[in-house]
DNA sequence: CTTAGGG
DNA sequence: CCCTAAG
């Protein structure tokens, strides 16, 4: 992958080139004359950029791409490989005066999952190139800030080569440099004073920061602060590894080894145990993550960790880099990439590779590691391709990230953005079917469209709901402007970030289903109020049944009601008990169709949801025979005659039972 | 598709 | 109610 951006050049033309097809193309030409050019892509195996395709499950919540330049080309993009990919809060600010700025953020693999990456490149500088690839899954937080002295903020990859050794290490005191003077700082504060002690010895500031890295992965990330000291340690540490190399002493590279060590050695054991529990899966997950996971599914979770330690998301892809992954740590990143890359050519690039690797250091777990890293991965080819963690799952863990990175994370990233946030967001039809929200951002005096990359395109919706929307749709046919009046997003909805799109169309669009009332939610209850209300005449008609339309679901009043919920009426339990004494509990699909007929909203599962809480009710009550009737709590009064009729039914079920 | 259960 | 796993 990293090969993509041999050079500066390479990649600026072919940004150029696919500028024309991109999403929304900005075009801030005219006024700034500056070349500007975002698009989402993904970088193939030959490493050619290939514009996202649709059925990449893509999620990128919250992207910001915000580039202000007098550059000759500046360049910013955000390039994203395979399905299930969730990059959330990724900023990438590029602001300069550079003749060549690149910003570039490539993901890959799937299930990848990039939370809260920071981008902000703010140089004078010739050439500046800001390169995060993703692989490493702990980085999650990953901060890379530079700012004016920065002659190139060449990160994590030897793939690109034109800077010279000078550049790395001036790139690397840089960022040392901001993190001891930011080492509060969570994030932002970007312009940090570029030219204090800048000739600082390499191997002092890498022992140095090599012996706090140490220490502070000793301890337990558990807050949060200490979680971004982590992060950004390791981060850094990451992207310093590859060059510390070539003029770095072996002990250093030791050191580092060491100081990585105690991540490893807290979970190598662990990764063999597919047996351990979920919960200590978890810790597992947080002590390499350094963050909570509420996720529950054990592959996931398995996968996750494996991932983490082998900081590529190739784990379960193919098995081809993982081990070595595991044996030098992480010094063969770079590695990682170009193995990805060049999978398809299946030349082996460890052979090839211009740089050696530091064998010599110690291997002590060598084998333990290959061989955990061996168990998995076989494990994960005899599993195939393992039941995707389900949606809920990958819901739960987004969700709750959502709500980290709302709570205490960056706060001054938070204010960065909402100042610069008072932009016009627009929603403007391109290409098709695709709707992209965009929103103008303005930035050192250079504007440009962002798009507001979404998603939440997963799985199909529910047939009621995709019934809801034909008919929605149909309805919205007469009017004008059938999909704008559709999608005309309410500001909470922008506010959200979530972007609904296809939803007509496109067969597989499903309401994300959040507990808090989201706009999709708002949106979804809005249409199907409407289509409720249109149904209710024709089952009270068919049904004669006059107590019947007590169930019509009024959106109003901000109740936030479930998505289908219609009540119970006395009438409708009644025909589920006379059912169920008929035809036996059990046989819901006969109750349905003899008894439910005209009520062709209750499916069977309803009517054994709904036996099922009558028995409870009925059983609950039996007790003290009045606390039961007159529970004003809840819902329907059922009248104690028919509870104890439920009972009844239920024994004489239970005792006769087929 | 239908049932049974867990959430 | 919703979602899934099993027949």
């Not at 019947?548 to 006395?570: E, S, V």
């Amino acid at each position: 992958m990293g090969t993509a951006v041999g050079t500066v050049e390479d990649c600026r033309e072919m940004f150029e080139g696919s500028a024309q097809t991109s999403v929304t193309p900005s075009s801030p030409t005219n006024q700034i004359g500056n070349p500007v050019a975002y698009k989402l892509v993904r970088v193939s195996g030959d490493g050619r950029l290939v514009p996202a395709t649709d059925e990449e499950i893509l999620e990128v919540n919250e992207t910001d791409m915000l580039i202000a330049s007098d550059a000759c080309q500046t360049v910013g993009y955000l390039a994203t490989d395979e399905e299930n990919l969730e990059v959330n809060e990724t900023n990438i600010h590029i602001a300069s005066d550079a003749c060549q700025t690149v910003g570039y953020l490539p993901t890959d693999e799937e299930n990848l999952e990039v939370n809260e990456t920071d981008m902000h490149i703010a140089s004078d500088a010739c050439q500046t190139v800001g390169y995060l690839p993703a692989e490493g899954i702990p980085s999650r937080l990953s901060h890379i800030e530079s700012s004016e002295a920065i002659n190139s903020g060449l990160l994590q990859s030897d793939n690109v080569r034109p800077y010279t050794d000078q550049y790395y290490e001036e790139m690397l005191q840089k960022v040392e440099q901001e993190e001891r003077l930011g080492n509060v700082h969570g994030s932002q504060v970007p312009s940090t004073p570029p030219d204090a002690n800048i000739q600082f010895s390499n191997e002092e500031k890498f022992i140095k920061e090599d012996q706090a890295h140490y220490e502070a992965l000793l301890q337990e990330p558990i807050s949060f602060s200490s979680n971004v000291q982590n992060e950004c340690n390791m981060n850094q540490s990451d992207m310093i590894e590859p060059y510390s190399n070539a003029a770095a002493s072996p002990k250093e590279t030791a050191l580092s080894e060491a100081a990585q060590k105690p991540d490893f050695s807290r979970v190598r054991g662990e990764i063999c145990l597919d047996d351990l529990p979920i919960k200590a899966l978890q810790e597992t997950f947080r002590a390499t993550f350094g963050r909570e996971t509420t996720v529950k599914d054990k592959t996931w979770l398995k996968r996750r960790i494996a991932m983490g330690l082998v900081k590529s998301c190739d784990v379960p892809a193919t098995n081809l880099t993982i081990k070595d992954n595991k044996l030098i740590g992480k010094q063969e990143k770079s590695n990682v990439i170009t193995n990805v890359v060049s999978k398809d050519m299946g030349d082996d690039v460890r052979a090839t590779k211009p740089k050696d690797a530091p064998s010599s250091t110690d291997h002590v777990n060598a084998t333990d590691h290959y061989y955990a890293s061996e168990d998995y991965s076989s494990e994960q080819r005899d599993a195939k391709r393992v039941r995707k963690p389900t949606r809920r799952y990958i819901e739960e863990l987004s969700e709750t990230d959502e709500k980290q990175q709302n709570d205490k994370p960056m706060i001054p990233s938070k204010d960065q953005r909402s100042s610069e946030k008072p932009e016009v967001r627009s929603i403007s039809v391109s290409s098709g079917k695709r709707v992209a929200v965009t929103r103008t951002v303005s930035l050192a005096g250079s504007e440009m469209k962002v798009p507001y990359v979404s998603h939440v395109q997963r799985s199909r919706p529910r047939e009621n709901i995709m019934a809801l929307m034909d008919y929605h749709s149909s309805c919205l046919e007469d009017r004008a402007s059938p999909a704008e009046s559709n999608f005309s997003l309410t500001p909470s909805q922008l506010n959200n970030e979530v972007v609904k799109r296809d939803l007509v169309v496109e067969s597989t669009s499903r309401p994300v289903q959040r507990e808090f009332a989201t706009s999709d939610k708002n949106n979804e209850e809005h249409i199907l109020s409407v289509v409720d209300q249109d149904m209710e005449p024709e089952h009270i008609d068919s049904s004669g049944n006059s107590s019947d339309d007590m169930g019509l679901p009024i959106t109003q009043g901000g109740a936030l009601r479930r998505k289908h919920h219609r009540a119970w009426t006395l009438s409708e339990v009644t025909n589920l008990v006379e059912g169920v004494s008929k035809y036996g509990a059990g046989k819901w699909s006969e109750i349905k169709k003899h008894s439910f007929s005209s009520h062709s909203y209750r499916t069977s599962v309803d009517l054994k949801d709904k036996w099922r809480n009558l028995l409870k009710a009925s059983f609950a009550q039996s007790p003290s025979n009045s606390m039961g009737s007159l529970k004003k709590h809840g819902s329907m009064h059922i009248p104690v005659q028919i509870l104890s009729r439920v009972r009844e039914l239920a024994e004489k079920q239970s005792l006769v039972p087929r």
